[in-house]
Structure formats: structure tokens, C-alpha cells
């Protein structure tokens, strides 16, 4: 699907890819710095976006003052296995169904 480009905002598409740069760092968190280094913007651009991330529940900084997910991404995540689960049990039970000799 092609979406015409009027509809692309850069500072959102920055705050998606630090949401991919953050991920899998739970632990240890990614700096700021690191991460204006890694998205190629400036220390004021990854400040504000981190402060959105915050106020949406989704990034938290260590004591450390590196920044990290918060479980929220985690619990979309098993939400989004768990509708798949439900799926998959309702397709089983069809196939089931319709298995079935007469």
C-alpha cells in the first residue's frame, strides 16, 4: 500500500524508530545521546520525544538517566499474541468441524 507522502510526519516517524531503538534494552536502557546519534538528530529533538514517550506510559529512565520501555509495550504485545491464540483456537475448532465424517 502506497501512502502518499502529505500524510508522513517526520517527528513521528523519529519517535517510532526510537521505540525500535529502545527495544530489547530493558535492562540497561540506551542514553539519549546514543540515541540522537543512532536516529541522526539533535539532543533537544530525542529530550522532547522522550518526554512524549513518558507521558504515553511507554519509555521510563533509569536512575542512570538512560531511558528504557515500560512494560505497557510489552503488555501490547501479549495482547496481540493473546487475540492470536483466540484466533488460532476458533480456527481449530472449525477445522474440526468441518473434519468431521457424516
Known amino acids: 500500500m502506497n501512502t502518499p507522502t502529505r500524510y508522513i510526519n517526520a517527528a513521528q516517524q523519529r519517535v517510532l524508530q526510537m521505540l525500535m531503538r529502545l ?3 530493558e535492562i540497561e536502557g540506551i542514553a ?3 540515541l540522537a546519534l543512532a536516529l541522526r ?3 533537544s529533538n530525542v529530550t522532547r520525544d522522550l518526554a512524549n514517550l513518558r507521558e504515553a506510559g511507554m519509555a521510563e529512565p533509569l536512575e542512570s538517566g538512560r531511558w528504557r520501555l515500560t512494560p505497557r509495550v510489552v ?3 501479549l495482547a496481540a499474541s493473546a487475540s492470536f491464540g483466540k484466533a488460532q483456537d476458533r ?5 474440526q468441524r468441518f473434519s468431521r465424517l457424516p
Open 23 to 25: 527495544a530489547g534494552n
Open 32 to 34: 539519549p545521546t546514543e
Open 41 to 43: 538528530t539533535s539532543a
Open 75 to 77: 503488555q501490547i504485545s
Open 91 to 95: 480456527l481449530d475448532e472449525a477445522r
